[in-house]
């Protein structure tokens, strides 16, 4: 089949295209290098079955596929802040975009939402049926809302009978090909760790995440491409939680480097505590995480050693 991906360049959107490509299909990888590498588009390009495609998906496109996965947006807080408007325009515009393209080839999509659209959750594990509790002014609100947005038009054309949209809420994810000054937590441990610096652990270290590695969620994504109904949205992450102090033990653990820990003010909006309620994957999708916390941390220290010292 033929596979449109946005944000080719960016961690999901190399990941995504290169299990494609392994499966097969032909992909063309659209990007134009906001927070996507060059690297991660050049390694693609080995691929016979690869086509890039530079472009700014807030600018209509027009690109003749059997699916449109929609992943281009800058997703770690630093980036995503760094120019909030930008970010709000990906958002919308880049979701709007991608459904007229499906529409207009009678593609189905894939829209790549979040588990930012909770904000911070007053109910513990998220349920995809939790509403959410999301600041709209703060500094966070950019993405959260303009995500929260890009579900609505989803289910818009879905309900219209225009587009087979299917939502898929992605919880914290990490492994290779993740930008080094990527700014979340997983990559900033384990570059501090491997460079002897202290590690930096914002508020107490108290707030939880819970970690996905990059193969078991885009083994998510297949799934929920390949179900024969559309699911409605379907949160894809680890339901395993960890504060970000047990995560920087973790750390220190795989690396062999017990470095000190320097407290940082905890970033506005910062949620508390998130974790995915995967029940309607496993239950629809048979799937659930294979991957441990220690083994994704030991794939991706043997990604990041080596450029950890340049
Ligand atoms: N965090 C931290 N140190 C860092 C980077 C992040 O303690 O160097 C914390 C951050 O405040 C948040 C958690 O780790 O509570 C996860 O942050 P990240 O930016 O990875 O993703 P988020 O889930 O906030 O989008």
């Given at each position: 089949?033929?596979?449109?991906?946005t944000g080719?360049?960016g961690?999901l959107?190399?990941?995504?295209?290169?299990?494609?490509?392994?499966?097969?299909?032909?992909?063309?990888?659209?990007?134009n290098?906001h927070s996507?590498?060059?690297?991660?588009?050049?390694?693609?390009?080995?691929?016979?079955?690869?086509?890039?495609?530079?472009?700014d998906v807030t600018v209509?496109?027009?690109?003749?596929?059997?699916?449109?996965?929609n992943l281009a947006c800058p997703a770690s807080p630093?980036h995503y802040q760094k120019d909030p408007i930008y970010t709000a325009k990906i958002a919308f515009l880049g979701t709007l975009h991608a459904l007229?393209?499906?529409?207009?080839?009678?593609?189905?999509l894939?829209q790549a939402s979040t588990s930012e659209i909770?904000g911070?959750?007053?109910?513990?594990?998220?349920?995809?049926?939790?509403?959410?509790?999301v600041?709209s002014?703060g500094p966070r609100a950019c993405y959260d809302e303009g995500k929260r947005l890009a579900e609505t038009i989803c289910a818009d054309f879905?309900?219209?009978?225009?587009?087979?949209a299917?939502l898929v809420r992605i919880?914290?994810?990490?492994?290779?090909?993740?930008?080094?000054?990527?700014?979340?937590?997983?990559?900033?441990?384990?570059?501090?760790?491997?460079?002897?610096?202290?590690?930096?652990?914002?508020?107490?270290?108290?707030?939880?995440?819970?970690?996905?590695?990059?193969?078991?969620?885009?083994?998510?994504?297949?799934?929920?491409?390949?179900?024969?109904?559309?699911?409605?949205?379907?949160?894809?992450?680890?339901?395993?939680?960890?504060?970000?102090?047990?995560?920087?033990?973790?750390?220190?653990?795989?690396?062999?480097?017990?470095?000190?820990?320097?407290?940082?003010?905890?970033?506005?909006?910062?949620?508390?505590?998130?974790?995915?309620?995967?029940?309607?994957?496993?239950?629809?999708?048979?799937?659930?995480?294979?991957?441990?916390?220690?083994?994704?941390?030991?794939?991706?220290?043997?990604?990041?050693?080596?450029?950890?010292?340049?």
């Amino acid at each position: 089949m033929r596979y449109l991906v946005t944000g080719a360049a960016g961690f999901l959107g190399y990941h995504l295209s290169a299990r494609l490509l392994r499966d097969g299909h032909q992909v063309v990888g659209m990007d134009n290098f906001h927070s996507g590498t060059e690297a991660n588009i050049q390694a693609l390009a080995a691929h016979a079955g690869f086509r890039f495609v530079q472009h700014d998906v807030t600018v209509p496109y027009d690109h003749a596929v059997d699916v449109v996965c929609n992943l281009a947006c800058p997703a770690s807080p630093p980036h995503y802040q760094k120019d909030p408007i930008y970010t709000a325009k990906i958002a919308f515009l880049g979701t709007l975009h991608a459904l007229e393209n499906a529409e207009r080839h009678q593609a189905k999509l894939l829209q790549a939402s979040t588990s930012e659209i909770y904000g911070d959750p007053l109910v513990h594990p998220q349920p995809e049926g939790y509403l959410g509790n999301v600041n709209s002014v703060g500094p966070r609100a950019c993405y959260d809302e303009g995500k929260r947005l890009a579900e609505t038009i989803c289910a818009d054309f879905q309900r219209l009978g225009r587009v087979d949209a299917r939502l898929v809420r992605i919880f914290n994810t990490y492994g290779p090909n993740m930008r080094l000054d990527d700014g979340r937590v997983v990559t900033n441990f384990l570059l501090q760790a491997l460079r002897g610096e202290a590690l930096t652990v914002y508020g107490d270290g108290s707030q939880t995440r819970s970690f996905c590695y990059v193969d078991d969620l885009i083994e998510g994504f297949v799934r929920v491409l390949a179900a024969p109904t559309n699911l409605g949205p379907v949160n894809l992450g680890n339901p395993q939680e960890f504060t970000m102090l047990e995560l920087a033990q973790a750390v220190q653990a795989e690396v062999g480097m017990v470095t000190p820990i320097q407290y940082r003010p905890l970033p506005v909006d910062d949620p508390k505590q998130r974790c995915p309620d995967i029940a309607k994957a496993r239950t629809h999708l048979q799937w659930q995480p294979a991957v441990e916390l220690a083994e994704g941390l030991r794939r991706t220290t043997a990604y990041l050693r080596p450029l950890s010292q340049r």
